[in-house]
């Protein structure tokens, strides 16, 4: 089967670099030995920050050099971890059980001081990591003059690691044969600093040659499948809460949310060149569910150039994976090969990017976690595929496959500025959700190209209506019964829940149990998944692991928001004095919680109901999800938090008739009543 191909105009003024006219392929690489710093690779140097606001500059230094004829400089604003990488291309492919160790010397220039050491990571192929973290503070003497550091890279010499001062901590699978790329990060201790690099290389093991690296040309095409639009696009719900509940708007609930069993439907999949020259002409292929559906050919394309590629398929309900490939046979060589594919799962959710021109051809200069010099590429890296990353990796007993949603560009918009006249182009309910890239926050992108986006993705999982589980948390001063806070020390990306001791991009419990019970369904809503409560809860109390004598009394309060017309919000955002209900354990420490009343029973199109529970009228941000148990034992005052959270994953274990929680309560020994 074809395709039906459409050629689109580069878009004007996004490329600066020179148009090439030839589509010869290039030499692969070319091969080095010696120092990676030396002024000839400056350019090749890359950056990176967690610091979203400041810019950094790389540049090569014959004045301020130790071996050679320059050094590499970073000179930077950032005020945390920052950092140098080589190549930008991350192709190396040194194989370091050939060798002793890499070797630098490093200087600094820093008006905040060093408090610390700096730390080195090497990334194998895959971009798995061996991270050297320094224990011997030297970053203050490299203010003073030159400083040697010698890394050894054989990962058995725990002494000869010791002994020149790092910690060793590998990634599960590191190859060390095929060492792509080198990282030298610092933290300022404050903001602004410089940091030069010198004779870096790795040193060869006795009776070796010299160490030999692959620098490749970034005189090449490079195809890259961008996104794919799907045609005709449904509408997303689009939600009143005036009235302090969700109502779809006015004529709304009967649109069409999914095609229909059977129905044809048009993915429009777009195919861009983003070297720096023109690229052959080359296949395309694209399958869903490892069936072949259409095949064509993608023509030469200049600079920039982008071609489209409608491909027809008949709708089928569920998660279905798509994939786009263009050079499928891999003949051309390209700056990267990571992104001649494009893979969803076609019951995504569809995010939508407006991005000015000006952001576009910033981040389109910076190497990216596809190894392109691409703003698509960014784009797709740095949100949905770190997103759909963590929805998968966020596992739970509940969800042994974590998160069964997933997300994917739907729709890219080129604008000269971000405002009225650009939201006017695609329609408000088109896409599940979107965000917009203006020119202004370029610095972030680019500083954060190869890590990991924090807040971007946190924010983009608000499109799907997941809450900032924050809201869940109490201040000592906004409980004015005990002054204990609340607070999830393992929380998740959301800032909040449980991710049972989980480090690093992780959604939480809650979160994953918020998806999954909202899954096959369209976004607009936000938060009605707190509305899965359990009809009827019981909690086992507990101190030291025995449970509460029968008999005793306890008290129980909640966090308090009201919202709504005419609704008292006096004391909002605090735990009154004033418990919401008084009960008396049963045998096993045992408290039925009573269900109060809501302000409306429904139940939303996402198939969540609000009905009579434990918090009563659920705030959807949820500001009133928070309870605190409080009894008095021997003299002793012992309390516990249960947040909305534990409710909402009992009932993704399927208990959603009945539950019972364990509550461990703790002495009242760190803070007195407020007065």
């Given amino acids: 089967m074809h395709a039906r191909v459409a050629i689109v105009l580069a878009l004007t003024g996004l490329t600066t670099l020179a148009a090439g006219l030839a589509a010869e392929p290039q030499p692969k690489a070319a091969t080095h030995t010696g120092e990676f710093t030396e002024p000839a690779f400056a350019e090749r140097w890359g950056y990176g920050a ?120 590998l990634d599960a699978g590191f190859d060390w044969k095929h060492i792509a790329a080198v990282e030298v990060h610092a933290d300022t201790g404050g903001y602004g600093f410089m940091m030069y690099l010198d004779d870096m290389q790795f040193v060869p093991a006795a009776g070796q040659p010299a160490v030999s690296w692959r620098l490749t040309s970034l005189e090449r095409p490079d195809l890259t499948v961008t996104w794919a639009e799907q045609v005709p696009a449904y509408h997303r719900y689009e939600v009143d809460y005036s009235k302090g ?53 993608v023509p030469a394309l200049k600079l920039d150039e982008e071609v489209t590629i409608t491909v027809p398929w008949k709708w089928q309900a569920g998660a279905h994976a798509f994939e786009a490939r263009v050079d499928t046979p891999n003949r051309i060589d390209e700056i990267s090969e990571r992104n001649n594919l494009l893979a969803f799962q076609t019951d995504a959710y569809t995010l939508r990017a407006t991005v000015e021109k000006g952001c576009y051809e910033k981040v389109s200069q910076v190497n990216n976690r596809l190894g392109s010099f691409s703003f698509e590429d960014w784009l797709r890296a740095s949100t949905v595929d770190q997103m759909n990353e ?46 917009n890239y203006p020119t202004g926050s370029a610095v972030e992108y680019c500083n954060l190209a190869n890590t990991y986006m924090w807040a971007l993705c946190h924010e983009l999982t608000h499109q799907l209506g997941i809450i900032d589980d924050y809201q869940l948390d109490l201040s000592p001063q906004n409980n ?40 096959g369904k369209r976004r607009g809503y936000f938060g009605e998944y707190l509305y899965c409560v359990p009809l009827e809860n019981t909690v086992e109390l507990l101190i030291d692991g025995k449970p509460l004598a029968a008999g005793t009394e306890i008290s129980v309060y909640q966090k308090k928001f009201a919202e709504g017309p005419g609704v008292d919000g006096t004391g909002n955002g605090t735990i009154p004095q004033e418990p919401i209900a008084i009960g008396k354990a049963t045998a096993g420490g045992r408290l039925l919680l009573p269900n109060r009343p809501v302000r409306h029973e429904f139940t939303t199109e996402t198939g969540c109901t609000l009905h009579p529970n434990p918090f009563g009228h659920i705030d959807v941000v949820g500001r009133n999800g928070l309870l605190m148990f409080r009894a008095e ?13 534990l409710f909402n994953v009992e009932y993704a274990r399927g208990n959603t008739k009945s539950a019972t929680h364990k509550l461990t309560l703790a002495p009242e020994v760190t803070a007195a009543k407020p007065e």
């Fill in 480 to 519: 004015t019964v005990n002054a204990q806070p609340f607070k999830q020390p393992d929380g998740g990306s959301m800032g909040g829940g449980r991710t049972n001791g989980r480090k690093g991009a992780m959604l939480a419990d809650m979160d994953v149990a918020g998806l999954n019970a909202t899954y």
């Fill in 245 to 297: 509940w969700p109502e779809l708007k006015a004529g709304t609930k009967k649109l069409q949310r999914w095609p229909n069993a059977g129905e044809e439907i048009k993915y429009v999949v777009h195919v861009r060149n983003v070297g720096r020259v023109a690229s052959p002409e080359t296949d395309f292929v694209c399958a869903i569910d490892g069936q072949k559906l259409a095949t064509d050919k």
């Fill in 390 to 435: 963590m929805m998968q990796a966020s596992t739970y007993d509940f969800a042994p496959q974590g998160a069964k949603t997933r997300v994917r560009i739907g729709r890219i918009l080129y604008v000269d500025k971000i405002g009225p006249a650009a939201e006017r182009l695609i329609p408000a309910d088109a896409t599940d959700g979107g965000w």
């Fill in 50 to 169: 967690t610091d979203q606001a400041h810019p950094n500059v790389v540049v090569s230094d014959a004045e301020m050099r130790r071996a050679g004829t320059g050094s590499v400089k970073l000179d930077t604003g950032s005020g945390l971890d920052t950092w140098l990488y080589f190549p930008d291309t991350k192709d190396l492919d040194i194989d370091a059980t050939q060798c002793t160790a890499l070797h630098f010397w490093l200087r600094t220039e820093n008006q905040n001081g060093w408090g610390g050491d700096p730390w080195v990571i090497l990334r194998d192929a895959d971009a798995r990591g061996a991270r050297y973290d320094g224990t011997m503070q030297r970053l203050k003497e490299t203010l003073k003059d030159w400083v040697e550091f010698t890394v050894p890279v054989d990962p058995a010499a725990t002494d000869a690691l010791a002994k020149a001062g790092w910690k060793l901590a």
């Fill in 633 to 645: 034992v021997g003299g002793q005052w012992y309390y516990a938090f249960m947040d909305i959270g």
